[in-house]
């Protein structure tokens, strides 16, 4: 599967952004799907992952309670909305998928699928 992620920008601290993914070539259904970032300098880190049944989410306890992860599968897309945005989460933000659903979702090792990344800067 292809990933394509969009959506990124120069928001404002509290503003709000939302970031998605498509993919191409495979049906994400059956794939757990997740978002990571990368600031310049530092190692990349996860931020929320949704499990292929939908039922299961996780975040990061940076971004718990500002975004929120989700899924349309008639779209074959994943979504990140992300509220009550901070400097600190100025960063590359990549989507990911993984096929064989057998590792846990806060480890990007465990994602065989990448999106290109998308830019979030967050000015204060």
């Known amino acids: 599967v292809q990933l394509q992620a969009s959506g990124g920008g120069l928001v404002q601290a509290g503003g709000s952004l939302r970031l998605s993914c498509a993919g191409f070539?495979?049906?994400?259904?059956?794939?757990?799907l997740g978002w990571f970032r990368q600031a310049p300098g530092t190692a990349r880190e996860f931020v929320a992952g949704i499990a292929w049944t939908s039922s299961g989410t996780v975040y990061a306890d940076s971004v718990k309670g500002r975004f929120t992860i989700s899924r349309d599968s008639a779209k074959n897309m994943v979504f990140l909305q992300m509220n009550s945005l901070k400097p600190e989460d100025t960063a590359v933000y990549f989507c990911?998928?993984?096929?064989?659903?057998?590792?846990?979702?806060?480890?990007?090792?465990?994602?065989?699928?990448w999106g290109q990344g998308t830019l979030v800067t967050v000015s204060s």
């Open positions: 990911a998928a993984d096929e064989d659903r057998r590792g846990a979702l806060r480890v990007a090792t465990t994602y065989e699928y």
């Open positions: 070539g495979r049906t994400l259904s059956a794939y757990n």
